[in-house]
């Protein structure tokens, strides 16, 4: 299915290259929105869009943030900066999961203890993992900090099932096609496809509505579908938003 999302940058709704996002938060950018994130968020309330996620690139975001939410309370998630001080706060501003990534790792090692307090802080069926990945030596290894630094964490089926104990669903960036528009990393989405027990949401590279076809296709409909710079309500030519919200109503969602 077709999950939407939310970039935000400076307070703004943005579609960037991934792995262009450096520490002085500086960034290729595809598309620089003229309307506000609530706008966003009042079209997928509208569509009936849910488990999209709204991802806060650096500070400066968060009212952008909490006004996209009171507008679609419940029906999106939020990423960025999240740690156990504030996760039980965005979901009462109104996110249905809050999403984690780089916070998670300590020099490249995912720490257990902090993935375990953050689960102590809003529970595990609220929390979504962020396994961004890139690949490297022929196989796709999570990255954190902005997507620039490998972890040990090679994505495999045993890292999957574990993860998958402590968190409601998973979401992963193809991050060498992310923001391209050249085409998904299908042997990304064949692993997420084969190994993944719980949801996940694969973002990275969708040109065309065919994309979100193949993803289907190739997961048995196990795996959803972010589109970003593609998207026409992002200033893209390649898939058009009505075709989206068709495809998911077709599809029973």
Same mark, same amino acid.
Request: glycine share 12%; aromatic share 8%.
């Given at each position: 299915?077709?999950? $939407?999302?939310?970039?935000?940058?400076?307070?703004?709704?943005? /579609?960037?290259? %991934?792995?262009?996002?450096?520490?002085? %938060?500086?960034?290729?950018?595809?598309?620089?929105?003229? /309307? $506000?994130?609530?706008?966003?968020? #009042?079209?997928?309330?509208?569509d009936a869009l849910t488990g999209g996620h709204i991802v806060m690139l650096g =500070?400066?975001?968060?009212?952008?943030?909490? #006004?996209?939410?009171?507008?679609? $309370?419940? !029906?999106?998630?939020?990423?960025?900066?999240?740690?156990?001080?504030?996760?039980?706060?965005?979901?009462?501003? %109104?996110?249905?999961?809050?999403?984690?990534?780089?916070? @998670?790792?300590?020099? !490249?090692?995912?720490c257990p203890d902090r993935l375990e307090a953050l689960a102590s802080a809003v529970?595990?069926?609220?929390?979504?993992?962020? @396994?961004?990945?890139?690949?490297?030596?022929?196989?796709?290894?999570?990255?954190?900090?902005?997507? /620039?630094?490998?972890?040990?964490?090679?994505?495999?089926?045993?890292?999957? &099932?574990?993860?998958?104990?402590?968190?409601?669903?998973?979401?992963?960036?193809?991050?060498?096609? =992310?923001?391209? !528009? /050249?085409?998904?990393?299908?042997?990304?989405?064949? @692993?997420?496809?084969?190994?993944?027990?719980?949801?996940?949401?694969?973002?990275?590279?969708?040109?065309?509505?065919?994309?979100?076809?193949?993803?289907?296709?190739?997961?048995? %409909?196990?795996?959803?579908?972010?589109? !970003?710079?593609?998207?026409?309500?992002? &200033?893209?030519?390649?898939?058009?938003?009505?075709?989206?919200?068709?495809?998911?109503?077709?599809?029973?969602?």
């Amino acid at each position: 299915m077709f999950r $939407p999302c939310i970039d935000l940058r400076q307070g703004k709704v943005v /579609q960037i290259v %991934g792995a262009s996002l450096a520490e002085d %938060g500086s960034a290729t950018v595809n598309y620089e929105s003229d /309307q $506000p994130s609530a706008w966003y968020a #009042a079209r997928y309330r509208d569509d009936a869009l849910t488990g999209g996620h709204i991802v806060m690139l650096g =500070e400066g975001n968060e009212d952008a943030a909490r #006004a996209a939410l009171e507008v679609w $309370p419940g !029906g999106m998630q939020i990423g960025g900066g999240i740690n156990p001080d504030n996760a039980a706060g965005w979901l009462e501003a %109104g996110a249905s999961h809050v999403v984690v990534t780089s916070w @998670l790792f300590v020099d !490249g090692e995912l720490c257990p203890d902090r993935l375990e307090a953050l689960a102590s802080a809003v529970g595990r069926d609220r929390i979504v993992i962020d @396994l961004s990945c890139r690949r490297r030596d022929g196989a796709h290894w999570v990255v954190s900090e902005r997507w /620039q630094r490998f972890t040990s964490f090679r994505l495999t089926a045993d890292v999957l &099932g574990n993860l998958a104990e402590s968190c409601a669903e998973f979401l992963v960036h193809g991050v060498d096609v =992310e923001g391209l !528009g /050249q085409g998904i990393d299908v042997e990304l989405v064949e @692993l997420l496809s084969e190994c993944a027990t719980i949801p996940v949401t694969y973002a990275g590279g969708a040109r065309s509505i065919a994309d979100l076809h193949t993803v289907h296709d190739i997961s048995g %409909g196990r795996v959803d579908l972010t589109i !970003g710079s593609a998207l026409d309500i992002f &200033g893209g030519s390649g898939i058009r938003y009505a075709d989206c919200v068709e495809f998911n109503r077709s599809h029973g969602r």
